[in-house]
């Protein structure tokens, strides 16, 4: 019978925060970007809640609605620019921006 | 009740007044500009907004210098320290967000943008910042943190009708957020082995509380676990996401983007604000919970600081965009400013004379980067993302004073000897040398002789007519004809420039330590 420890919880968690990470570097879309960004988010408030478990401390679940609300509020910001950038350029992709260069 | 009521009596409000009115005054001047109702780019919030802060930054002043003098008190459960230091960064962050207020004012009535939310912003930003940094707990440092990340994404991007702009933002939200989520991930970690330290196979300090997220129990974790393998990834992974705020090497490939999209005012408060708080926290921490693994830490910040230095100094040396300029020589300042905090590192306690030569190099910083950036935002030119060095041509017979600023500001930057930032290098140089970080000494030397040569490049297109004028040429765009001269924005860059001369001159307490 195998049990599920705490340690099988934060290979979940690295896991996401890897693919988060890799989906950051690889990905030409702006859209998955920000996706990736909260998969990288949700990933640390896994291994938030585990170290959480384990210690018997609350605090660790306290900073998890932060880092909800933080991340809500920064794809709202992201979205926004996105559109914005959308109607001006009508592209989402990375490669297709270049303005800024000397 | 009596419980609770022991909490209560530990929340000083009143200490965090700074903070409280600053985010009232962002409500009131959101307030004026939703319930007037004249056109988009009435400036009443506006001058609200700055008036606002120069009293604030008044009457925060005389009650610091004048009425208390209690300083080193806890307060909020140990959440928030109440110090000298952080008292100093406090009327910083104000004085620079009062005078990106001014120098916006105008800024943004010239291109017709909206007025009243860009002061909200700003403001919420600086009460942002001064939270930042007074703060030793690790939840409040995020949350903070994110305060200003989120007040500075907009403001990048607050010229909607500019694609560059906009360009610029998402760089900076991209590259902002996965520097907070690696920060995040290295308290995580921290607090992970901080709230249970055996089931992690650490040593449970012996003194005080376990508690994953205080500066404090976190201290006494890493100095008797210095070679755990989780806390000193957090460590890498805290200073990391620190490096990227700053825009320290390898972190700094958004810096020329970003300040080259972003609208002038907003770039000098990234230049200056932003970077302070980083420079503030990263000073907090490494002489505060990271002590313990300051032999771990001090040769990873040494190959930063080394890095940032030459990176900075060359690649600014082909731009020919002068904001990505600026942008890569702030990559550079960067890194001389790590060589403080790795002095402050070897000396001891956490209030040595590197400390007060941060704060200094920090002022001078200050005074030199909103001269310059101020003159430039003051120019007609007619993309404000694009400043050339022929925009500048001439420009003391065209300007006497605007160029006079600019000379001073840019022979501060590069440490020309009767200059405010001739005397913050000097100290550098002293406090590196006198804590034996010879390897960084060399590498700041060289780069300041580097820094010259396009300061120098600069300057001359200031002062002289470096190109030859023929009859058939056509007649350029003159950048500095209708530039607008409001004598708000001359009297307080002025005001700065002479500053700038002065504290050459003469430091105070601070010109002791020669």
């Known amino acids: ?14 896991l996401l925060i890897g693919i988060g990470f890799l989906g950051l570097l690889v990905r030409r879309n702006v859209l998955l970007m920000l996706m990736s960004l909260e998969l990288m988010l949700n990933g640390i408030n896994v291994a938030l809640l585990t170290f959480s478990r384990v210690g018997y401390n609350l605090d660790g679940g306290i900073l998890v609605f932060f880092i909800m609300t933080v991340a809500a509020a920064e794809v709202a910001v992201g979205l926004a620019l996105l559109v914005a950038l959308y109607k001006k350029r009508k592209t989402v992709l990375s490669d297709d921006m270049g303005l800024l260069r000397n | 009740m009596e419980a609770y009521l022991r909490f209560a009596n ?13 985010c009232l005054g962002a409500l009131i001047v959101i307030g004026i500009n939703l319930f007037s109702k004249s056109s988009n780019f009435h400036d009443r919030s506006g001058n609200f907004a700055i008036l606002f802060q120069f009293l604030l930054l008044l009457i925060h002043l ?4 004048l009425l208390r003098h209690t300083f080193d008190r806890h307060s909020f459960s140990g959440m928030i320290k109440h110090g000298m230091h952080e008292d100093i960064m406090r009327s910083f962050f104000l004085l620079s967000s009062l005078i990106v207020s001014i120098l916006a004012q105008s800024f943004l009535r010239v291109r017709k943008l909206r007025i009243g939310e860009f002061h909200h912003l700003t403001m919420v930003a600086t009460a942002g910042l001064m939270i930042l940094c007074q703060t030793q707990n690790f939840i409040l440092f995020f949350v903070a943190l994110e305060t200003v990340a989120l007040c500075f994404y907009p403001l990048v991007a607050y010229n909607r009708e500019c694609a560059k702009g906009l360009e610029a933002g998402i760089k900076y939200l991209i590259f902002g957020a996965l520097s907070s989520a690696l920060l995040l991930f290295g308290i995580v970690l921290l607090y992970g082995v901080g709230a249970n330290p055996e089931a992690w196979g650490a040593i449970t300090p012996t003194v005080g509380q376990v508690d994953g997220f205080s500066f404090s129990a976190l201290y006494h974790l890493l100095s008797e676990n210095p070679n755990h393998l989780l806390l000193k990834a957090g460590v890498v992974l805290i200073i990391s996401g620190i490096a990227f705020k700053i825009g320290a090497a ?4 958004w810096v020329p983007d970003v300040y080259h999209g972003a609208p002038m005012p907003v770039t000098a408060f990234l230049a200056v604000s932003s970077k302070a708080a980083g420079f503030f926290v990263l000073l907090n921490l490494v002489n505060g919970p990271f002590a313990g693994m300051s032999d771990f830490l001090l040769p990873l910040l040494g190959f930063v600081a080394t890095f940032t230095i030459f990176f900075g100094n060359l690649a600014a040396c082909s731009q020919k965009n002068l904001k990505r300029m600026l942008g890569l020589s702030g990559v550079a300042h960067a890194g001389y400013l790590m060589v403080a905090v790795m002095a402050s590192m070897i000396l001891p306690g956490s209030s040595d004379r590197a400390v007060w030569i941060l704060f200094f190099y920090l002022f001078t910083y200050l005074l030199a980067s909103f001269a310059v950036f101020g003159i430039m935002g ?4 007619s993309d404000d993302a694009e400043h050339e060095f022929s925009d500048y041509e001439d420009l003391a017979k065209k300007k006497p004073w605007a160029a006079f600023s600019l000379v001073v500001g840019i022979g501060s930057l590069a440490g020309i000897p009767p200059l405010a930032g001739f005397i913050g290098k000097l100290l550098l140089f002293s406090v590196a040398f006198e804590t034996k970080l010879y390897f960084s000494l060399t590498a700041m030397v060289i780069g300041v002789v580097i820094s010259i040569y396009y300061y120098f490049g600069w300057l001359r297109e200031i002062c002289f007519h470096p190109r030859p004028v023929f009859e058939d040429d056509e007649p350029s765009h003159d950048s500095w004809l209708g530039s607008e001269n409001s004598g708000l924005i001359k009297t307080v860059i002025l005001s700065l420039v002479v500053a700038s001369i002065v504290l050459g001159i003469w430091q105070g307490s601070i010109g002791d330590a020669f």
């Open chain 2, 62 to 65: 005389f009650d610091y210098l």
């Open chain 2, 250 to 253: 390898p972190f700094q490939i």
């Open chain 2, 10 to 22: 530990d929340n000083l409000w009143g200490e965090l007044w700074p903070e409280l009115s600053l």
């Open chain 1, 1 to 14: 019978m195998l049990t599920v420890t705490p340690q099988h919880f934060l290979l979940l968690s690295f």
């Open chain 2, 378 to 381: 003051i120019a007609n030119v």
